[in-house]
């Protein structure tokens, strides 16, 4: 059995992933995985550095990024409207989507910058050859609409990327987090929407750092990040779960 991480945070998601591009390449290695995918927070600062040191580990690197969608238009920035956002997975399938995924980038920072780097659909849409995309985290609108209870709302949102990506090129995204209530209840919904919609499914982790004993220091970035005290019960973190690389057999007994 063959297992890919294709959602997978470096230090270069800016005070959030903690592992250095060089460790997860070594992990992944470790590991045994023969691929592994690049997708930090609205950039692509790690893509040559990563796709240079999986190709020399003999890793055949995937070019991503996990955008973050505009509420509505990037351009627009209203105060308690667009500094809400949506995360989106996007990977490079060919040498023309690694283009887009610059364009979008570039966009993103040059036209669509509120709080944080921003694409919107429009863009996406001008953008799309060559590129697969998974339909995000918790943070993703679809599942969002999933945790609000509006399944009809996901369902039309699933079929609205379908159409801009294409069916083949379009999945639906569970996470292996069974610490986190709510991922249960987007995965068991997205797996009925998948089923319903003819959307195939792809499971990920999420990575934030290389091994689970780098929990504590990625926490530590994440509370430097926000700004708070590290015994701030009610502050931000990601301690409830394992979101390290995970061995193919850890991911395939919780899949």
Do not use: W
Request: charged share 25%.
């Amino acid at each position: 059995m063959k297992f890919t991480h294709l959602h997978v945070h470096s230090h270069y998601s800016l005070l959030d992933g903690l592992a250095k591009i060089d460790q997860l390449v070594k992990r992944a290695g470790d590991l045994g995985f023969d691929s592994l995918a690049l997708t930090d927070h609205g950039v692509l600062y790690g893509a040559i550095e990563f796709y240079q040191k999986a190709r020399r580990a003999g890793i055949k690197p995937i070019i991503g990024c996990e955008f973050y969608i505009a509420a509505e238009g990037m351009r627009d920035k209203r105060p308690g409207i667009d500094d809400k956002r949506s995360h989106l997975t996007v990977l490079a399938a060919n040498a023309t989507g690694y283009q887009n995924l610059i364009q979008l980038a570039t966009k993103a920072h040059l036209e669509g910058f509120y709080y944080k780097p921003r694409v919107d659909k429009a863009a996406l849409r001008e953008h799309a050859s060559g590129l697969i995309v998974l339909s995000g985290c918790l943070n993703s609108e679809i599942s969002k609409a999933i945790l609000s209870k509006r399944l009809e709302r996901a369902g039309e949102l699933i079929r609205e990327h379908q159409d801009m990506f294409g069916r083949k090129n379009f999945y639906l995204e569970l996470g292996a987090h069974p610490a986190i209530p709510e991922q249960k209840i987007v995965n068991d919904a997205l797996i009925l929407l998948s089923e319903k919609n003819g959307a195939p499914i792809a499971g990920v982790n999420d990575v934030h750092y290389a091994r689970p004993d780098d929990r504590e220091a990625q926490d530590i970035l994440v509370s430097v990040q926000t700004g708070d005290r590290i015994d701030d019960e009610n502050r931000l973190t990601m301690k409830g779960d394992d979101f390290s690389m995970k061995s193919t057999q850890e991911m395939a007994e919780f899949f």
